[in-house]
């Protein structure tokens, strides 16, 4: 991996955890909220606007109070426009004058919601309120109940032009007109405020100086208290009932005055915070909604002031323990954020790490992957060369030789000059040849090169040159068996003319067949090319060397590949020796030799202590070698069936052979090989040495002996006794 891809992996690794990071975040909805004024009235309900927004974590509020100036709130519409909100909710001042802050809202594509007040306007989403015309009918009937339809009464009007003054006096005067006994003495302006109201009605007071008012109805609490100071300080006698509308809850709210008596009757005008925001996330959510929303209000006197306080405060406890909750949430999901910020970052640091790590093992990957390439390819050219070594020093091998041979014939020997003359210019030149193709290969794969010139080659090459002299005698049945194994027809008749009259030879012309043979006839040794089909020299020398029938055979690897590590190959396969082409008949002949006196030298130790050792057959093994190890089973394991069937005076070769498991010519051969005695001959050896132990031992007859370890006759238990150990079984008694 380069640096310029590095970097792209990167780049793309930073932007799928950008995507991931935002498609997993909700979508934000911003919305605006216009109020006309600031009491406790909208105190309440902004509260609920907070509490209602706690349960959509999407969802952010932004507030704004006009304090009941016209100019002030157009602004602070035209403002939350211009910060990007999704949703207007708009508390008109009054009915007509900030239509235009609200239409250029509706235009510019973002949902209106007008709550409480009115407009004149069409162009809102929804509406949600109470019935003020409906209150101040209701508080109207009220009146005249409680005045028994007889006396008179003053009304304190709310902001002029709005739309709760206009519907609750409409709504007020119509109830009022049933009954012509209740009179309406003054109907005074007021603005919401308790300020305005107590001033108004002194300045009233001041000027009629009447004092046969019965009841005072306040458009809110706030108007309705502010008529009750001023008519508290006036002094004119008794005071009149006060009533009004709102009926919040709370220190000074409409419920607590009513329950006080300072008011004497209050109608719920409800805030209802949590529904508007509801109401609006529908809308943003496109869910289904209903364009005018009514809320249910309801009177209070003193009859139920009480239960509906008692309601109102739990619900108020309630609301503050959710804001405590909130509160501690905040800080819990700040926290969280945090953690979710150190892990994001943790996470992006271990990514980018592993993305480096990835880069480290790619370039590591990618220089094994070059390396391993540059070793196949020097791997093919080995294998080519040495392809190309076997295709030539092979008819090498078949021309020099022959030619080695034909100089020792007397042919040869007794030719013309010019005949003798043009044979050494063709061995010559043969040897040139053979070593300049040794050096131009061994340069080509690294070997090391020679420096010695042509007339050093042939010096060297006269002084290796064996005295052979071709026979053709028939060796006898004792000479040893050599088996050939070359898939080159020429070759095998070349080294059939080299071995013949000297071994008894078998051939096979690959591997596999040269196996079948080495397991049936169990030749003493082996001579075998390397690169065969079918089966090559390497894996035909290792299954000959874990057979326990022919791992004692002596292999020579006979091949062209030359170099030293394929030298290393053929002896970890098990090979006795390793022989390249083109060779020396007298080199060959000299490592069979030896090969086979090694192998009649380990024989005689075999030979030596056949049944003496037959409790420790470690003992007689030569080395530690694989191959002796195979053999000391193979003898425990001879020896171990001979002592089971030493009483047995039936047995024959076969039976022995049978229990080994392999056919009567292997074991004969394996056993003959190793010992140099056949199984029969061991098993006599065997039969004496225990007789011996037991004459020495044991109290038993000679007659006894001689059937109890399994002669048929006492008398041939003699001679064979006294053939063995040159003495009578009687004398080897102790005395």
Known sequence: ????????????????VLLVSCSSSEKKYRIGVSQCSDDIWRDKQNSELKIGAYFHDNVELRFAAAYDSDERQIQQID?????????????????STISSAIDRAYDQGIPVIVFERKTNSKKYTAYMGADNYEMGHLMGEYVASRLKERGRIIEVMGLKGSSPAIERHNGFREAISQHPNIQVVATLQGDWTEPTAYRIVKQWLDKSRDEGIDLVFGMNDRTAMGARKAFTEAGHGSLPLFCGIDGLPGENGGITLVRDSLLDASYIYPTHGDKLIQLAVDILEGRPYEKETKLMSALVTRD????????????????????????????????????????????????????????????????????DERTQMEREQLDFYTQVSHELRTPLTLIEGP????????????????????????????????????????????????????????????????????TDTVPDEEAPTVLIVDDNADIRTYLRTILQG????????????????????????????VMMPVMNGLEFCQQVKRDVISSHIPVILLTARALSQHQIEGYQ???????????????LLVRIDNLLRSRHQLRDLWSSRPVEAENKPEETAPSDTSENQIENAFIARFKKVVEEQMGNSNISVEDLAARM?????????????????????????????????????????????AYKVGFASPSYFTKCYKDEFGTVPGEARKP
Do not use: W
């Open 79 to 95: 403002s939350l426009v211009a910060t990007g909100i999704d949703l207007l909710i708009v508390a008109p001042n009054q009915v």
């Open 304 to 371: 139920n002031a009480r239960v509906l306080l008692m309601g109102s405060e739990e619900v108020m406890n309630q609301s503050q323990y959710i804001e405590k909750l909130h509160r501690t949430a905040s800080g819990y999901m700040k926290q969280l954020a945090n953690q979710r910020t150190l892990t994001f970052l943790a996470l992006a640091t271990i990514a980018l790490l592993l993305l480096l790590l990835v880069g480290i093992y790619m370039y590591y990957l990618q220089k094994a992957r070059i390396h």
């Open 573 to 587: 396969s098990g090979a006795d020796a390793y022989i390249t082409k083109p060779f020396s008949q007298e080199l």
């Open 502 to 529: 000297r071994y008894r030879l078998l051939e096979a012309k690959d591997g596999k067949l040269g196996l079948e043979v080495a397991r049936e006839q169990v030749p003493d040794l082996i001579v075998s090319d």
């Open 1 to 16: 991996m380069n640096v310029k891809s590095f970097k792209i992996h990167i780049v793309l690794l930073l932007l799928c």
């Open 403 to 470: 030619l080695a041979q034909l100089a020792e014939t007397p042919d040869i020997k007794n030719a013309s000059s010019g005949a003798s003359d043009l044979f050494a210019i063709v061995r010559r030149n043969t040897r040139q040849l053979s070593q300049l193709i040794n050096k131009m290969l061994d340069a080509q794969v690294g070997a090391p090169k020679s420096d010695m010139t042509g007339e050093q080659i042939d010096a060297i090459t006269a002084q290796q040159e064996p005295e052979i002299q071709a």
């Open 661 to 705: 498991g392999l056919s009567r010519v292997q074991l004969y051969r394996k056993v003959k090989a190793l010992t140099g005695c056949t199984p029969i001959d061991l098993l006599r050896k065997a039969r004496l040495a225990q007789a011996q132990r037991l004459l020495q031992e044991s109290t038993l007859s000679v007659s006894e002996i």
